[in-house]
């Protein structure tokens, strides 16, 4: 595995602040540049204390392991590259998040079912599929069908800004947009119908 050169990513802050995290070498990942990350984490601010974090489409595990080191209670990454699954255990080995991390190799929407047998409840949610493939309408479709969301779980999905999250896509609420060149960032709310 290498460093991909192409993007500094560190932990920005918490227990593993200023750990440098290796991505796979090629244009596979997309790893979140760090500014746009920390951005993320200062609007989600309190949420992540604590926190039962999903990272779908895990690419280096930066972003759960970010939540991991803020304060989130458990992250479970999952990729289904094997290049991305050797970075992600190598950037939990690095900051030592083992106890708190468990890594699933498998398609990011099969592993959803998988995770509602295991009885597995989160409330923040990071999903960063590849660009313009359709996977964010049918991942957040999934995380419905599969009642793996606590009420009020944030979602936070890195989109193309060619990609539009449907306004009625049954129980979620799009609270927050950025825009970062071409990758917009949204933050969205789940409520469980009553």
């Known amino acids: 595995i290498y460093i991909n050169r192409g993007i500094m ?4 802050t918490g227990l593993a602040k200023g750990i440098r995290l290796k991505a796979p070498k090629g244009m596979d990942t ?3 540049a760090d500014r746009v990350k920390e951005s993320m984490f200062n609007i989600l601010g309190g949420i992540v204390d604590d926190a039962k974090v999903l990272d779908l489409f895990g690419g280096t595990g930066n972003l759960g392991l970010e939540a991991l080191s803020r304060g989130a209670n458990k ?3 999952i990729d289904q590259n094997q290049n991305s699954i050797t970075a992600i255990k190598e950037n939990i080995n690095l900051t030592k998040m083992n106890q ?4 699933y190799k498998m398609d990011s929407l099969v592993a959803l079912s998988r995770l509602a047998r295991e009885h597995y409840k989160f409330n ?3 999903c960063d599929p590849p660009y313009n493939k359709g996977l964010v309408e049918k ?3 999934k995380l419905v069908e599969n009642d793996i969301l606590e009420d009020e779980a944030i979602i936070v ?3 193309s800004k060619h990609e539009f999250i449907p306004n009625e896509l049954l129980n979620y609420e799009v609270r927050r947009s950025e825009k970062y060149g071409e990758t917009i960032v949204s933050f ?3 409520k469980i119908s009553k």
């Open 139 to 141: 991942s957040l479709l």
């Open 157 to 159: 999905v890195e989109h």
């Open 100 to 103: 708190k991390a468990i890594v």
């Open 9 to 12: 990513m560190r932990i920005i």
């Open 75 to 77: 992250a479970i990454f």
């Open 124 to 126: 923040l949610v990071f």
């Open 30 to 32: 997309r790893p979140t």
């Open 188 to 190: 969205i709310l789940y």
